[in-house]
């Protein structure tokens, strides 16, 4: 069956530490790969999405993300991480019927 | 361009009541999702559209009914609102096809007592 897995469910970084948040998928065939990122009180947005090509993927916000397939996996990172960064970060994979299923999510504290 | 819009915002029911949570996307997109929030759940879907005049399950269907009423609108029906229903609604649209992001709407947070 399909899956996603984020095994942090919280993390909490230091204002300009880099950051990198983990995700790995369960799915049979060549996985369409998404990262989306929630503030408080709004809906999702769209950081970046894997298809195929270059496994390295750069996104809106300074953000990027490396596809491993023989880990099953699709870490988000960030070299700097500002205040405004402070959400929560949802990675799906999407199914051939174009259905997203989504991780538990990650939410993501930014210290001074 | 309006993206996805969701009506009502907040909405809090007795259990028992019926409501109808709206979307409408000006994308011209041919599919359309329903999902919930829980805390520690992610995003879950109930309902999707992947084109205008069809609406299959998905994850959490039980409770909900939905209707695809033209390319443009996807409505979700509570018909008897139960408090596991607490949950904050979003409603996406996309092309059609694995390929495509979804985008979605601001949400509806709904509270059955």
């Known amino acids: 069956a399909q899956s996603v897995t984020q095994p942090d469910i919280h993390i909490t970084v230091s204002e300009g530490a880099s950051l990198e948040l983990r995700c790995n998928y369960s799915?049979?065939?060549?996985?369409?790969l998404f990262w989306y990122v929630q503030s408080p009180g709004q809906g999702l947005q769209l950081l970046l999405k894997y298809f195929s090509g270059d496994t390295l993927v750069q996104g809106i916000k300074g953000f990027e993300a490396e596809f491993k397939r023989s880990q099953s996996s699709f870490n988000l990172r960030k070299p700097s991480v500002h205040w405004s960064d402070a959400a929560e970060y949802f990675c799906a994979v999407g199914v051939n019927t174009g259905k997203l299923i989504f991780g538990q999510g990650t939410t993501l504290q930014v210290k001074p | 361009n309006a993206g996805v819009t969701q009506t009502p915002k907040f909405q809090v029911l007795k259990t028992g009541q019926s409501m109808t949570l709206q979307c409408a996307q000006d994308m011209n997109h041919n599919s359309m999702y329903w999902y919930r929030q829980d805390p520690g759940m992610g995003l879950r879907l109930i309902y999707y559209s992947a084109s205008e005049g069809t609406t299959d399950k998905g994850e959490v269907p039980n409770g909900y009914n939905v209707s695809r009423l033209n390319k443009r609108e996807f409505s979700l029906r509570l018909e008897s609102a139960a408090p596991s229903q607490t949950s904050v609604y979003f409603c996406?649209?996309?092309?059609?096809?694995?390929?495509?992001?979804?985008?979605f709407g601001p949400g509806t947070r709904l509270t059955v007592t």
């Open positions: 996406a649209s996309s092309g059609q096809g694995a390929a495509y992001e979804q985008y």
């Open positions: 799915y049979g065939a060549t996985p369409y």
